[in-house]
């Protein structure tokens, strides 16, 4: 049985499979916020990893290693041309970008700073450490580019993923209610900055639905805010440490 953790097939076929479990609870909750596909998926494959290490006598960390990691690492790849793939709803639009450009860029740029102060004034009002803080200070970037940022200047790229999880599952989960109540479909280019930035490409999933303008808003601002983390984060953790 153990040959089986040994290829990352293990890890591919267990990210799938709860993933599937998730995204079928989900439709039977009638979208139930727990049960978002996403985050049943990551606390499932959790629960199952910390099972079978101990039923092997081995520790979770080096069972995840040696037997998840492998096919784990295969799957974020695709990470990466999945984020630049929203090239595609961007371009279909790009006579918005190119009118609101200006005003674009300036409200993801002041987003992202207001984002990073607020991050840093609630982490020290409930006494986080400082590590804690570095991981949460990339989680407004995609997960492909906010895990590398958050290694970088000393973060924890666990701590880092959860957040950045926890925020599309949020804004998946809640996509309806805030369009409804906060009536943000009125300024589909709003609506779309919006949902790009807090839930990154689930987000931007969602506003593809709202609409062919809300889309190419939402992949715009997954693309800038990840360039804008990029620059700013580092910066912004050697002048508050």
Same mark, same amino acid.
């Given at each position: 049985?153990?040959?089986?953790?040994?290829?990352?097939?293990?890890?591919?076929?267990?990210?799938?499979?709860?993933?599937?479990?998730? =995204?079928?609870?989900?439709?039977?909750?009638?979208?139930?916020?727990?049960?978002?596909?996403?985050?049943?998926?990551?606390? #499932?494959?959790? +629960?199952?990893?910390?099972?079978?290490?101990?039923? #092997?006598?081995?520790?979770?960390?080096?069972?995840?290693?040696?037997?998840?990691?492998?096919? @784990?690492?295969?799957?974020?790849?695709?990470?990466?041309?999945?984020?630049?793939?929203?090239?595609?709803?961007?371009?279909?639009?790009?006579?918005?970008?190119?009118?609101?450009?200006?005003?674009?860029?300036?409200?993801?740029?002041?987003?992202?700073?207001?984002?990073?102060?607020?991050?840093? @004034? +609630?982490?020290?009002?409930?006494?986080?450490?400082?590590?804690?803080?570095?991981?949460?200070?990339? =989680?407004?970037?995609?997960?492909?580019?906010?895990?590398?940022?958050? !290694?970088?200047?000393? @973060?924890?790229?666990?701590?880092? !993923?959860?957040?950045?999880?926890?925020? !599309? +599952?949020?804004?998946?989960? #809640?996509?309806?209610?805030?369009?409804?109540?906060?009536?943000?479909?009125?300024?589909?280019?709003?609506?779309?900055?919006?949902?790009?930035?807090?839930?990154?490409?689930?987000?931007?999933?969602?506003?593809?639905?709202?609409?062919?303008? =809300?889309?190419?808003?939402?992949?715009?601002?997954?693309? +800038?805010?990840?360039?804008?983390?990029?620059?700013?984060?580092?910066?912004?953790?050697?002048?508050?440490?």
């Amino acid at each position: 049985m153990s040959v089986i953790f040994t290829t990352p097939f293990f890890g591919i076929c267990l990210s799938v499979v709860v993933y599937l479990i998730g =995204q079928w609870l989900f439709k039977k909750s009638h979208g139930l916020f727990f049960f978002q596909p996403l985050f049943v998926a990551m606390v #499932l494959g959790i +629960v199952i990893l910390v099972v079978l290490a101990a039923l #092997l006598g081995k520790s979770t960390a080096s069972f995840y290693t040696t037997a998840y990691k492998p096919g @784990g690492d295969l799957i974020f790849w695709f990470l990466n041309p999945a984020t630049i793939a929203f090239a595609i709803p961007l371009y279909k639009r790009n006579d918005i970008i190119k009118k609101y450009w200006v005003e674009i860029l300036a409200a993801l740029i002041v987003g992202s700073v207001i984002s990073l102060t607020a991050i840093v @004034g +609630v982490s020290k009002l409930i006494g986080l450490s400082k590590t804690a803080i570095e991981s949460l200070l990339p =989680q407004a970037a995609t997960t492909a580019i906010a895990l590398p940022i958050s !290694a970088s200047i000393g @973060g924890n790229s666990a701590v880092t !993923a959860m957040a950045c999880i926890l925020n !599309a +599952v949020i804004i998946y989960a #809640l996509g309806d209610w805030l369009v409804k109540t906060f009536r943000l479909n009125s300024d589909p280019i709003g609506a779309g900055l919006g949902l790009g930035t807090s839930g990154h490409t689930i987000g931007s999933a969602y506003a593809l639905k709202l609409g062919s303008v =809300q889309g190419s808003m939402a992949a715009i601002a997954v693309v +800038v805010i990840g360039v804008v983390i990029d620059l700013i984060v580092p910066i912004f953790s050697k002048l508050i440490f």
